[in-house]
């Protein structure tokens, strides 16, 4: 059986990231498991800690957004396709305000 490499794994999680933050999807809803249907709904306190987390995500997604307009939009169609480049210094070289948003947000 074979098993991913760790280097996958963070290509794979660097492609929903990256996927996510681009469309609008807030990245903390994909990483937040379902709850079971009779499962007791969760605290209030929970409940209003939501809105902060969309609009940090929403800030998030604004600011890359913000940096990736900075460069060509041939930038952002490549990490698309290969989001794995986030990962590597010498592609990141190119980009530094990219390089510096993404050491910030692993």
Same mark, same amino acid.
């Given at each position: ?31 937040? *498991?379902?709850p %079971?249907? #009779? =499962? +007791? /709904?969760? *605290?209030?306190? %929970?409940? #209003? =800690? +939501? /809105?902060?987390?969309e ?22 169609q ?9 990962s ?16 910030q947000?692993?």
């Amino acid at each position: 059986m074979l098993t991913p490499t760790s280097n996958a794994l963070r290509t794979l999680s660097l492609t929903i990231w990256l996927t996510a933050l681009l469309s609008g999807v807030s990245p903390t809803l994909l990483a937040q *498991p379902r709850p %079971a249907p #009779a =499962q +007791a /709904p969760a *605290p209030v306190q %929970a409940q #209003a =800690q +939501a /809105p902060v987390d969309e609009r940090d995500a929403r800030e998030t997604r604004e600011r890359i957004r913000e940096v990736l307009n900075q460069y060509p939009p041939s930038v952002g169609q490549v990490l698309r396709l290969d989001p794995s480049l986030l990962s590597k210094p010498d592609y990141m070289a190119s980009y530094p305000t990219l390089a510096a948003f993404v050491a910030q947000h692993p």
